[in-house]
Nanobody
Framework: QVQLVESGGGLVQPGGSLRLSCAASGRILSINFMGWYRQAPGKQRELVAGIRRGGSTDYSDSVKGRFTVSRDNAKNTVYLQMNSLKPEDTAVYYC?????????WGQGTQVTVSS
């Protein structure tokens, strides 16, 4: 089994920054994809940013230029640096990894952008 532990969410003012972390542990065989999804109230869960083992990345158009995804393969950890946060970034953020072809989800961490 694989466990994902997320941290770093919270309340921040518009224009502020937050950094999310997600550490994977347990039966780690080979992690290809690591990324972040988010779900706002009344909306579907959407991909925010993802990074593959080789370093290629994908970003939602809504966060390009503001968010940066990175990973530390030695620590099995993925990060999401979020800058210039906007109220519309408010959501529960979920870590997601692909380990040996199987997908795993974190428990979610709340990010609230409000003055």
């Amino acid at each position: 089994q694989v466990q994902l532990v997320e941290s770093g969410g919270g309340l921040v003012q518009p224009g502020g920054s937050l950094r999310l972390s997600c550490a994977a542990s347990g039966r780690i065989l080979s992690i290809n994809f690591m990324g972040w999804y988010r779900q706002a109230p009344g909306k579907q869960r959407e991909l925010v940013a993802g990074i593959r083992r080789g370093g290629s990345t994908d970003y939602s158009d809504s966060v390009k230029g503001r968010f940066t995804v990175s990973r530390d393969n030695a620590k099995n950890t993925v990060y999401l640096q979020m800058n210039s946060l906007k109220p519309e970034d408010t959501a529960v953020y979920y870590c997601n990894i692909e380990n040996w072809g199987l997908r795993y989800w974190g428990q979610g961490t709340q990010v609230t952008v409000s003055s």
